[in-house]
């Protein structure tokens, strides 16, 4: 050491060489040796180890505890510097350890030596352990001389001891991470022999049974954590001259004492959990069965993440030669699990599970279980040793870096990303180890403390500034791994379809459909063409295709219909693909990617109008661009589109109806990007075919007053009704409504009353043919059909005709109608006029009359019986089915022909308004109105979701499975749920059919 300034205060020099609390440093590291070594220097050589270690402050801490207990140790470790730098430097990053070095410090001498520590083989960790708990090696089945406390410590501490002849190696950069890996999973193993040897001694006669234990999981693959639960299966057969019955129950205590021994708590704590959870029907399963029952249980029952599990399955304790039998068939079984029925969605249901396991505030910490993770890897290379294992044994690999090797060898993974994910699972699990030898716990959490950051820096040889250099090559291997596992499955695809200049082996055009169909594309065939279609060339184009593509593919298989977001991506980008902006958008703007694979995934209905509304796709970028327009900015928009086409009406309402499917692409989106409830869907729907009913009159009025070369003659409104008039739209509602004029004050002299109506006629029937035109986007059709005398009667009235006919031959029904009417478009006077004339007749003051509400309830009950489609379930209809759409609006309906007089808040024309109202009013309870709102709701989402799914309108939840699943994934239920959509909806509806019956009917 270089020589220190005579009036350097020793806490000065503690600070100097890199301890945090140096005052507590100087203190420690002045209670070592005597004053005399001090003075001298001799001591000096251990400080230079102590300030070599991953975390001087802690490796003195138990350096100093050590020397309070062993006189000797500190001049051990002067003399033998070798031992020092093995020893200090396990404290430099276990506390743990150096509490197990403390209580035993005789196991100091493990590391003694001159020469490299010697990696012990499995025969010899067995024999080491077997011995500790008083079993003979050499026995065929061997039995502890004793089960008490004394036999579980003197287990734990020769673990521990093995635990720090390991750690030693490790730190000090002697042991790959494929040995430490491997011996701890070798450690493990001789650990459970051991415990089974314990458990034998329990029982007077335990060679009854063959008992195996097979690991799994990392135990299996010989890739151990230092700290971690042991995952295994047992497997059992009965020796000659036992009842099979017999030697399973044997086996089974044999098994559990097994397990105990090793979770027990002792004076040295417990060695880990066993964990049993792997086995044919979880823990709801016998805990051990025989070779014949694994066999059948995984022939007939098992599921894809159960033969996910087997691939590392190793026997590692036990009747060796059973478990090779057990690895062996169920070998035969694991290979063939891609061609199973299902596997798509068990493969999605596992993903689901992986991502479902993280905690939130943890996420971006998390070294097992966060986005990009050593699951994330482990899942991925797993699921590809699924796919391409069955027809290449190369791929049977265990461990996760031989097998992620393998998959690159054979072309199934690009060689330089499975390169680069290897070196990122190699430090994120040494990552691991250092946390984990901290205090020997289970954790994969990155601390957040500096101190702890500074140990795990400094523990992976960065010293200059370990705090920094450490988060900045995790959060870039993080980052590298999530962006590696998102294309991980899908750039091998482009290199199977298109003439890349790759020197490396390349997917067979077979092994990418099976690696597509595995993925949940239905026509892989299909998928590939695509997929050539849009990468294949030299442009520019098709190099950003490249770099789009993998990660594209990924969020189609995340889709409810991949196949339908990739053949709609290669849609829009045969569109777009010549515009410069929009790749570029794609590649740069993850979230409009990202929304943009979702939508086409999900949607035809999407897909369609962004096929002819392409450049809708900018506005997928954020939440805020999504959200629905204000009507009177939609309306100012329109009038000026429509007013750049002067005599051209089918030209201005073709722009207005332009206007109208870029908006049905911004409310769609939002709707399936979970931003908008359904009352704020079909309130948007309804505000943008207001607008577009007033921009298509507004061109019919100029075409007709061209054409009869002079001004209307009389005012004119339409009035919604229906859902449009309770802004409950759908998307695919037709336009209900009605038309009135009024002659202009004065017509006399100018026109006559027919003429006024002449022209109104020829207004309506305008209006009616230039929406009816042919065009790309969705229609809007107009009913008239809620009109007096229905289509009996004149299209167009008068003011005057409507208060003539309502005042003398209004029915009941006509009042119900008229709680819809709402003004929509034209002359807003005129409109309000007639709100006020229907107003009569909706809230009549003192209610409607028995009669009325007799004939309403009659109507009711014919329509439920003849307006019903012939075999339509009436469980799943959404609009007249039981339950339905139109019980609740019924019931609210005659709520407000009973109650709206008096009670003015009842006055709205839409259903959850009027429900909530009733409710304020004392007229239902919050139950009911809880109950019929539920169903209104999601009878409501129902058909918007089929209209979206499906590309075309329908009013019953399809009998189709696939649609069906196609339609409850759109809603958020889980691929594999859509059962719970039929059964939700059933449930939901009939809660709301017998308040219906009891409101409505006064059942």
């Known amino acids: 050491m270089s020589a220190v300034p005579r009036m350097e205060t020793t806490e000065g020099r503690m600070a100097r060489l890199g301890f945090a609390d140096a005052a507590r440093a100087g203190r420690l590291f002045g209670e070592l040796g005597t004053p005399e070594e001090r003075d001298a220097g001799l001591l000096d050589p251990l400080l230079d180890l102590l300030v070599a270690t991953a975390d001087p402050d802690l490796a003195l801490t138990s350096l100093n505890r050590l020397a309070e207990r062993d006189g000797k140790a500190v001049g051990a470790l002067v003399a033998d510097p070798v031992l020092g730098a093995r020893l200090l430097?396990?404290?430099g990053v276990s506390a743990a350890l150096g509490d197990h070095v403390v209580r035993h410090p005789e196991h100091r001498h493990l590391l003694d030596g001159t020469e490299e520590l010697r990696r012990p083989t499995a025969p010899e960790l067995r024999e080491e352990l077997l011995r500790a708990v008083g079993a003979g090696p050499g026995d065929p089945e061997p039995r502890a001389t004793a089960t008490g406390t004394e036999t579980l410590v003197a287990l734990r501490v020769a673990y521990r001891a093995r635990l720090l002849h390991l750690a030693a190696r490790d730190v000090l950069g002697q042991a790959s991470l494929a040995e430490v890996t491997s011996e701890l999973s070798d450690l493990a193993g001789a650990?459970?022999?051991?415990?089974?040897?314990?458990?034998?001694?329990?029982?007077?006669?335990?060679?009854?049974?063959?008992?195996?234990?097979?690991?799994?999981?990392?135990?299996?693959?010989?890739?151990?954590?230092?700290?971690?639960?042991?995952?295994?299966?047992?497997?059992?057969e009965p020796r000659e001259g036992t009842e099979e019955s017999d030697a399973i129950r044997l086996a089974t205590r044999l098994a559990q004492g097994m397990m105990q021994v090793c979770s027990a708590g002792t004076p040295e704590g417990a060695l880990w959990e066993v964990d049993a959870a792997l086995r044919p029907e979880g823990r709801s399963g016998p805990l051990v069965r025989t070779l014949a029952s694994h066999r059948a249980y995984y022939r007939r029952w098992a599921k894809t993440w159960e033969f996910q599990a087997l691939l590392k399955a190793r026997p590692v304790a036990g009747d060796l030669e059973l478990g090779e039998q057990y690895v062996s068939m169920t070998n035969e079984m694991v290979w063939q699990a891609a061609t199973r029925e299902r596997f798509v969605e068990d493969v999605q249901a596992m993903r689901r599970r992986v991502e479902a396991h993280v905690r939130g505030d943890e996420a971006e910490r998390q070294l097992k279980l966060g986005p990009g993770g050593l699951r994330d890897i482990e899942f991925a290379v797993q699921l590809l040793q699924l796919v391409h294992g069955r027809l290449d044994p190369l791929l049977r690999r265990r461990a996760t870096l031989p097998a992620l090797a393998a998959l690159s060898r054979g072309g199934y993974v690009g060689r330089d990303d499975a390169k680069a994910l290897a070196e990122a699972y190699t430090f994120l699990r040494r990552v691991e180890h250092l946390i984990?030898?901290?205090?020997?716990?289970?954790?994969?959490?990155?601390?957040?403390?500096?101190?702890?950051?500074?140990?795990?820096?400094?523990?992976?040889?960065?010293?200059?500034?370990?705090?920094?250099?450490?988060?900045?090559?995790?959060?870039?291997?993080?980052?590298?791994?999530?962006?590696?596992?998102?294309?991980?499955?899908?750039?091998?695809?482009?290199?199977?379809?298109?003439?890349?200049?790759?020197?490396?082996?390349?997917?067979?055009?077979?092994?990418?459909?099976?690696?597509?169909?595995?993925?949940?594309?239905?026509?892989?065939?299909?998928?590939?063409?695509?997929?050539?279609?849009?990468?294949?060339?030299?442009?520019?184009?098709?190099?950003?295709?490249?770099?789009?593509?993998?990660?594209m593919l990924g969020w189609f298989a995340n889709a409810p219909d991949p196949d339908a977001g990739l053949l709609g991506f290669r849609q829009v980008s045969d569109k777009l693909g010549s515009t410069p902006w929009y790749l570029r958008l794609l590649r740069d703007e993850t979230a409009v990617a990202s929304r943009l694979a979702r939508l086409l995934g999900t949607s035809r209905y999407v897909t369609g109008l962004l096929l002819h509304a392409p450049e809708a796709v900018a506005m997928f970028g954020s939440d805020?661009?999504?959200?629905?327009?204000?009507?009177?900015?939609?309306?100012?928009?329109?009038?000026?589109?429509?007013?750049?086409?002067?005599?051209?009406?089918?030209?201005?309402?073709?722009?207005?109806?332009?206007?109208?499917?870029?908006?049905?692409?911004r409310t769609a989106a939002a709707d399936l990007s979970g931003l908008l409830d359904v009352e704020q869907v079909g309130q948007a729907l309804s505000a943008l075919n207001d607008v577009t009913l007033q921009a298509a009159l507004d061109a019919a009025i100029d075409k007709v007053e061209m054409e009869r070369r002079t001004p209307l003659p009389t005012r004119f409104a339409v009035i919604a009704m229906g859902r449009l008039g309770g802004l409950e739209c759908s998307y695919g509602s037709d336009a209900d409504v009605m038309f009135v004029h009024s002659p202009l004050e004065g017509a006399s002299e100018r026109a006559t009353e027919r003429e006024a109506t002449e022209a109104a006629f020829a207004v309506a029937n305008e209006l009616r043919r230039l929406l009816a035109l042919p065009a790309p986007d969705p229609p809007l059709l107009i009913d008239p059909d809620l009109r007096p005398e229905g289509r009996q009667g004149p299209l167009v009235r008068t003011l005057a005709s409507y208060a003539a006919y309502y005042g003398r031959w209004s029915s009941p029904w006509e009042s119900q109608a008229l709680l819809r009417a709402r003004f929509s478009a034209g002359d807003a006077e005129l409109g309000a006029e007639f709100l006020a004339l229907a107003d009569r007749l909706r809230y009549p003051a003192e209610g409607i009359p028995d009669a009325a509400v007799l004939q309403i309830r009659k109507l009711k009950a014919r329509m439920e019986a003849e307006r019903l489609p012939r075999g339509a379930d009436p469980a799943l209809h959404t609009k007249l089915g039981r339950g339905g759409l139109s019980d609740v609006e019924w019931v609210a309906q005659l709520l407000q022909l009973r109650h709206a007089g008096p009670l003015p808040s009842l006055r709205t024309t839409r259903t959850l308004e009027t429900l909530r109202a009733a409710v304020t009013e004392g007229l239902l309870s919050e139950t009911d109105e809880t109950a019929l709102a539920g169903a209104w709701r999601l009878a409501s989402r129902v058909r918007d979701a089929i209209m979206l799914v499906r590309g075309r309108a329908a009013d019953s939840i399809p009998v189709d499975v696939r649609e069906r699943a196609l339609i409850s994934r759109t809603l958020g239920y889980p691929p594999d749920d859509s059962g719970d959509l039929v059964e939700d909806y059933r449930r939901v509806t009939r809660r709301a059919r017998l308040v219906m019956e009891r409101v409505f009917y006064g059942e």
């Open 191 to 236: 650990a459970l022999e051991a415990a089974l040897a314990v458990a034998r001694a329990e029982h007077p006669d335990p060679g009854a049974v063959r008992l195996a234990v097979i690991g799994m999981g990392k135990c299996g693959a010989r890739e151990l954590n230092y700290i971690s639960d042991v995952d295994v299966v047992f497997v059992a």
């Open 89 to 91: 430097g396990v404290f």
């Open 436 to 551: 984990q030898l901290h205090r020997l716990r289970r954790t994969h959490v990155v601390p957040e403390g500096e101190s702890d950051l500074r140990r795990l820096g400094r523990g992976l040889g960065m010293t200059v500034d370990p705090v920094g250099e450490f988060t900045t090559r995790w959060r870039r291997h993080a980052m590298e791994a999530r962006r590696l596992h998102e294309k991980l499955f899908y750039r091998p695809l482009l290199q199977a379809v298109a003439r890349l200049p790759e020197s490396e082996d390349r997917l067979s055009t077979s092994a990418a459909q099976a690696r597509l169909e595995a993925l949940g594309y239905a026509d892989p065939a299909g998928a590939l063409r695509h997929i050539s279609a849009l990468t294949s060339g030299v442009s520019r184009r098709a190099a950003i295709q490249r770099t789009l593509l993998p990660v």
């Open 624 to 665: 805020t661009d999504l959200a629905p327009r204000p009507p009177e900015a939609l309306l100012a928009e329109a009038r000026a589109t429509v007013g750049r086409y002067p005599g051209e009406a089918e030209s201005a309402v073709a722009a207005a109806r332009g206007l109208r499917r870029r908006e049905l692409v």
